[in-house]
């Protein structure tokens, strides 16, 4: 089993994107370069990392620091003058054991989001999505020790990382986090020891190399993450109006930080309407997408409704604070717009904020949530979906653009203008 903290160095340069009369002049083909960065001011966010590493000295040796020091020294020969406290081994736990807790939680949780009764019989497991995590950038894996046990050696680490940078190093064994001896743990264990919030110090004890030295490190928890967030202002062509485009590429923990900043910058510049593209987005930190929803929605309208066999899972999530953004907005989407995604593009769209132009999106709308077993290890279950305000089940379903091709801004405004009246705002 792997467990990997990631942690991802960030810069960002500026790049000269196409004119808005490029996308516009594409995009009856939808062969606008999904991948182009489109950006009017570099949102730099830099990192500097060089905590301490202190090395063990032999003198302190009644603290739990020195028992490991201990142990490590009596497991490559050097049993002079060495005393270790007897620790017990975690308490075994059989495999029917973890399956039938999971089970348990599968049968008291699962939602089936095809509306079917719930039938073990036709369970089918789906793969692990990626989750922002904060952490030091290692990848730790469990490998089994010369007792028949298991220890946790880094197996993967970020360059330029938080770990990387405090003296970690690839094959490293980790034998503590904070104090807290982790042999015998899993990774998954010794994962949820290490990460914390971002900016905050944690102490880790590795051993270099099977019988090499002991170091205890600080180290500061980072959550380094690239802006997502590409912009640009233009011209329309035979007008003295300005468009704003925004590309979103994901929903990481910078997205609506990000995005505030370059709405700010376009509004400034001149900016009366905004092009949002979350073409090829699929996602990311569904939080995220809902606070980024709330920049252009009305307080006490609906963001998205969610739906689950638990009443804790069924809510109304509404916007709680003015728009930041209220002139019209054109969102561009296609079919790999998903999960988050879906959720910005439908609240904007049936709260009448928006128009959605390009094609059907993806149709990705589960709630999943990680139960931790007994064993250490976890199940992902799915326990909830996504509803849009105007009531559609965006999972398998996907949501229908109002238009296929860029429309003209007159067109923007009058659909807008019949969605509000239908809705009698």
């Not at 490590?72 to 002079?80: H, L, Q």
């Not at 009448?352 to 992902?380: H, M, P």
Request: proline share 5%; charged share 20%; net charge negative.
């Amino acid at each position: 089993m792997s467990i990997f903290i990631s942690s991802t160095s960030l810069s960002l340069s500026p790049t000269k994107p196409p004119p808005i009369s490029a996308v516009k002049a594409s995009f009856p083909i939808m062969g606008f370069p999904p991948t182009t960065h489109l950006l009017a001011g570099a949102l730099s966010l830099g990192l500097v990392l060089s905590p301490p590493c202190i090395s063990l000295e032999s003198s302190a040796m009644s603290s739990p620091a020195a028992q490991l020091v201990e142990s490590s020294a009596e497991a490559c020969g050097d049993k002079e003058s060495v005393k270790r406290d007897v620790v017990n081994a975690p308490e075994l736990v059989s495999n029917d054991d973890v399956v039938e807790q999971a089970w348990e939680i599968v049968n008291e949780s699962f939602l089936d989001p095809s509306g079917n009764r719930w039938s073990p019989r036709s369970w089918l497991f789906s793969k692990m999505a990626r989750y922002d995590m904060t952490g030091i950038g290692i990848n730790l894996r469990e490998v089994p020790d010369d007792n028949g046990g298991v220890k946790l050696k880094v197996l993967g680490l970020i360059l330029d990382g938080p770990a990387h940078n405090a003296g970690v190093q690839q094959g490293d064994e980790l034998l503590s986090v904070n104090g807290v001896d982790v042999r015998g743990k899993s990774a998954f264990e010794a994962s949820s020891l290490i990460q914390g919030p971002s900016e905050t110090v944690v102490n880790i004890m590795v051993k270099h190399g099977n019988c090499g030295p002991v170091k205890s490190l600080e180290v500061e928890r980072q959550l380094v993450a690239r802006t997502p967030v590409f912009y640009r202002l233009e011209q329309v062509e035979g007008a003295a109006t300005s468009v704003g485009y925004v590309r979103l590429k994901e929903f990481n923990a910078l997205a609506r930080k990000d995005i505030v900043t370059a709405i700010q910058r376009l509004q400034d510049m001149g900016a009366s309407y905004l092009i949002l593209d979350l073409r090829d987005n699929r996602g990311g930190l569904v939080q995220a997408g809902i606070e980024i929803a709330k920049l252009f929605m009305n307080q006490g309208e609906t963001v998205i409704y969610t739906a689950g066999r638990e009443t804790q899972y069924q809510n109304n999530i509404i916007a709680d604070s003015e728009p930041l953004f209220t002139s019209p907005v054109i969102v561009l989407v296609n079919k790999n717009t998903a999960s988050a995604s879906e959720i910005v593009a439908s609240a904007l769209h049936d709260n009448c904020r928006a128009v959605l132009v390009g094609e059907k999106t993806f149709g990705k709308g589960l709630i999943q949530s990680v139960f931790e077993l007994q064993d250490g290890s976890g199940v992902v279950v799915t326990i909830g979906k996504y509803i849009t305000p105007n009531h559609l089940d965006i999972n398998g379903n996907g949501i229908e653009p109002d238009f296929k091709k860029f429309p003209g801004w007159n067109e923007v405004a009058q659909r807008l203008t019949q969605c509000q009246k239908l809705q009698g705002g």
